[in-house]
């Protein structure tokens, strides 16, 4: 029986994540693994995706699922060859435009407001704007920038003068900024991996240093194995359907009443610190879902 042919593609400097997934792909798939940045899209009649691998060009096209890993930084040549495979009719682990939206954490964050999910309270501001909305704010609050990830680009900011000079600093490198207030919780966030409207793994981010507000595994801090409730797991799902993504990694915090606000959307999530939390193979339970869903595609075709 032929095997379906998947590509993974990601950044040349490539994490520890993708190493598994890797390793797993390669026991169920005819796995091509390519590199964002050595992608050639070509138009000339039509749209070509081509790669070189040892001297010798080879066609992107031959694939039945495109897993791509498109980081921030990569973005903007991400988006085009996420179209490209679109507009050629392959299946992509999550669409361009979701690219776009999860990089950027205010878009992200109107998209999720616009459908029913709770957020942080959140503006955008910038020089212009930035004493008009410290007038409007509840302090303490987080900064983020639009761009950051893994904890990074976020800052807890307890009164309107630490803002000031917070905000002087960030003018002068042109950044503009996402402020949310602070949502009053116990510590600790929640991450739910989603694959194929299924729950492949979850757990609790507790903050190891009392002295930062950020969970992130990367941050330090520790990660335990919990279990979501169906109420919880119809957020993260609906999270996940909102961008259209196969793969989805949804963060959580629970305010002091029990709400739970949605605080990010991952669709690179990071599977080490889920892995050593769940002591489950998680890079197999991806594999295994997306094995699964072509399987069913496969067959529904027959049917057609």
């Known amino acids: 029986m032929n095997k ?21 792909a390669e026991e169920v798939f005819d796995v091509t693994h390519a590199f ?30 495109v897993f791509a890993k498109i980081d921030s930084h990569r973005k ?37 407001a616009k459908n029913g999910i709770l957020t942080p309270k959140t503006y955008l501001a910038n020089k212009e704007t930035i004493s008009d909305v410290g007038k409007k704010l509840r302090f303490p609050i987080m900064l983020k920038l639009l761009e950051g990830s893994g904890g990074k680009g976020v800052m807890y900011i307890e ?26 919780n116990k510590g600790e966030d929640i991450r739910i991996l989603v694959c194929c409207d299924e729950v492949i793994g979850s757990m609790k981010r507790v903050i190891k240093d009392k002295d930062t507000t950020r969970a992130n595994i990367k941050c330090g801090n520790k990660g ?14 609906k999270c996940t359907k909102l961008i259209n993504a196969d793969i989805c990694g949804v963060d959580f915090v629970e ?8 605080i990010e959307l ?18 197999k339970r991806l594999v295994e879902r997306i094995h699964r869903m072509l399987d069913e595609e496969k067959e529904f075709k027959k049917e057609e």
Do not use: W
């Open 159 to 184: 009164d309107l003068t630490t803002l000031d000079s917070v905000v002087s600093s960030l003018e002068s490198m042109k950044q503009t900024m996402l402020i949310q207030e602070f949502v009053k």
């Open 36 to 65: 964002i940045e050595e992608v050639i899209l070509t138009i000339n009649g039509g749209i070509k995706i081509t790669v070189f691998v040892d001297g010798k060009e080879v066609d992107l096209t031959q694939t039945d699922y």
């Open 255 to 262: 305010d002091m009443e029990g709400n739970y606000y949605c």
């Open 76 to 112: 903007g040549r991400g988006y085009k060859i996420i179209e490209a495979f679109g507009l050629l009719g392959i299946k992509t682990n999550y669409p361009s435009g979701a690219i776009n939206t999860v990089h950027d954490k205010f878009l992200t964050n109107m998209l999720l």
């Open 4 to 24: 379906h042919r998947i590509l993974l593609l990601t950044p040349k400097n490539f994490a520890k994540t993708t190493k598994m997934i890797l390793k797993e």
């Open 224 to 237: 335990e194995k919990f279990e979501p409730d169906m109420n919880l797991k119809r957020m993260a799902f």
């Open 266 to 283: 991952n669709i690179n999530p990071g599977i080490v610190g889920l892995t050593e939390a769940t002591e489950v193979n998680i890079a």
